[in-house]
């Protein structure tokens, strides 16, 4: 499913503030660019999440319904409402897989001898190790 949400993107010293009204979150980046690709990952989580507990993904504001949501939120501390507003898109079905698809880092003991063998035929642990579990899960 694709979807695109306003984003709003507020320079605050050196930092952007990031506010997705639609899903209540908060992140940051260290410019524009940056803002966006945090805005574009944390909808991305949050919508997989809220996937998960089998729970509709909220409609997208408009400009104006994300502006009146950020001026709700809005405290004495920090406003939104007069920051820059863009809209994100993101494909979660994309995002999902990729997510699926990233690499874990997993500790595997073996024998010195082993490690010693491998490591003179230039061998890729990773790679040896990504075979072998594809091969015990054919079976």
Known sequence: MKKVYPVIIKQNGNDYLVFVP???IYTEGKDKFDAIVMA????GLKGIEIEDMNIALPEASDYDGAIALAKKD???DFDFSDGLVTFVDVDFEAYRNKLRNRAVK???TIPFWLNEKAEAMGLNFSKVLQNA???Q???
């Open 40 to 43: 574009r990952d944390a909808i």
């Open 106 to 108: 997993k500790n595997c």
């Open 74 to 76: 809005a405290d004495e």
């Open 137 to 139: 899960l054919k079976s």
């Open 22 to 24: 639609d899903m209540e």
């Open 133 to 135: 579990l594809m091969e």
